[in-house]
């Protein structure tokens, strides 16, 4: 969700020159975009595109400016795993608010507790847009 709410900050300020990819540090490649998310980025003018999990790779964490991970866990196992990279590896809501706590995942949630976390996530992604292009 975060991705394509990025992406879609990065095309309506016509700036070719940000590169979103998304991975995962736990993949499951049969895993199908819930409706829900298609629904809200539909809401909010995101046109949604196909989105295949996708493992995290060494080349993929050199390659990149910024790492951002939505939970400690993730952030613990990428910097255990790879600490080369730790310089440009955050805790997303760290970065985009200063908060340091976990991003909830909104998948399993429904009505309003969906919402609120979908909403969050938006806002937090809008700040970090306006930090990296600052």
Same mark, same amino acid.
């Given at each position: 969700?975060?991705?394509?709410?990025?992406?879609?900050?990065?095309?309506?300020? +016509?700036? +070719?020159?940000?590169?979103?990819?998304?991975?995962?540090?736990?993949?499951?490649?049969?895993? %199908?975009?819930?409706?829900?998310?298609? @629904?809200?980025?539909?809401? +909010?003018?995101?046109?949604?595109?196909?989105?295949?999990?996708?493992?995290?790779?060494?080349?993929?964490?050199?390659?990149?400016?910024?790492?951002?991970?939505?939970?400690?866990?993730?952030?613990?196992?990428?910097?255990?795993?790879?600490?080369?990279?730790?310089?440009?590896?955050? %805790?997303?809501?760290?970065?985009?608010?200063?908060?340091?706590?976990?991003?909830?995942?909104?998948?399993?949630?429904?009505?309003?507790?969906?919402?609120?976390?979908?909403? @969050?996530?938006?806002?937090?992604? %809008?700040?970090?847009?306006?930090?990296?292009?600052?």
């Amino acid at each position: 969700m975060a991705q394509e709410i990025l992406k879609k900050f990065i095309i309506n300020d +016509n700036r +070719n020159d940000i590169k979103v990819i998304s991975r995962g540090t736990y993949v499951l490649s049969q895993f %199908l975009v819930p409706q829900k998310i298609k @629904d809200f980025l539909k809401k +909010n003018n995101i046109e949604y595109t196909e989105h295949v999990p996708t493992q995290y790779s060494k080349e993929d964490l050199a390659s990149s400016d910024f790492i951002f991970v939505m939970t400690k866990d993730q952030l613990k196992l990428l910097n255990d795993n790879y600490a080369q990279f730790s310089d440009k590896t955050y %805790l997303f809501l760290e970065y985009c608010l200063d908060i340091n706590k976990d991003m909830l995942d909104p998948i399993d949630k429904k009505g309003t507790a969906f919402d609120t976390i979908a909403n @969050d996530i938006k806002k937090a992604t %809008l700040m970090l847009y306006k930090k990296i292009v600052s």
